[in-house]
């Protein structure tokens, strides 16, 4: 079965880092570019950042460029985000998406989603 | 403020027909595909149309997917209850580098 699983969300105070990873099973991760997307409580949905299958090619939504950092170790079968200099804005599900070809907007399996809160 | 534009409502009776509608610009939809997701409560998305207007498999037929210009259009024919729910319009921004996202509809079947 494909899979994704989220872990690594939590409460953290504002300032504060979090790393949030994603174990893919049951396809070939290596070959696939991956996404983050969040959602804020009650709110629509927000693309984070992107990752090639290669990790040569990444992006990110500006309210996050220089605070998180997105990567990927294929020989593990997981995606990490990195994040740095929280705020509360940050508050949200993160979700891990498989991109399908070379589309970062065509997501085809979504994982359950980790929350992350930040608070004081 | 959501680059791309969709009414936060729209609702319909069983067996009705209903369109969502996308509106952006020429640096997402005008130049890329559009993909449309639904989101039931506490669950993550689902893709529902990619490209614009393919369906994957697994996605009834009632639902279909258009586009025409810088706005594209999510359908749902012969509404069900289990139909209500939230439905999100996404494109890749050229000007941006990045995935954009419509605010969302919150679909009410009467």
């Known amino acids: 079965e494909v899979q994704l699983v989220e872990s690594g969300g939590g409460l953290v105070q504002p300032g504060g880092s979090l790393r949030l990873s994603c174990a893919a099973s049951g396809f070939t991760f290596s070959t696939y570019n991956m996404d983050w997307v969040r959602q804020a409580p009650g709110k629509g949905l927000e693309w984070v950042s992107y990752i090639d299958s290669s990790s040569n090619i990444i992006y990110y939504t500006d309210s996050v460029k220089g605070r998180f950092t997105i990567s990927r170790d294929n020989a593990k079968n997981s995606l990490y985000l990195q994040m740095n200099s929280l705020r509360a804005e940050d508050t949200a599900v993160y979700f891990c998406a498989r991109v399908v070809s070379r589309s970062a907007t065509w997501l085809d399996v979504w994982g359950k989603g980790t929350t992350v809160i930040v608070s004081p | 403020q959501s680059v791309l534009t969709q009414p936060p409502s729209a609702s319909g009776t069983p067996g009705q027909r209903v369109t969502i509608s996308c509106s952006g610009s020429?640096?997402?939809?005008?130049?890329?595909?559009v993909y449309w997701y639904q989101q039931l409560p506490g669950t993550a998305p689902k893709l529902l149309i990619y490209?614009?207007?393919q369906r994957p498999s697994g996605v009834p037929d009632r639902f279909s997917g258009s586009k025409s210009g810088t706005s594209a259009s999510l359908a749902i024919s012969g509404l069900r209850s289990e139909d209500e729910t939230d439905y999100y319009c996404a494109a890749w921004d050229g000007s941006l580098s990045g995935v954009v996202f419509g605010g969302g509809t919150k679909l009410t079947v009467l």
């Open positions: 020429s640096s997402n939809i005008g130049s890329n595909y």
């Open positions: 490209s614009d207007n």
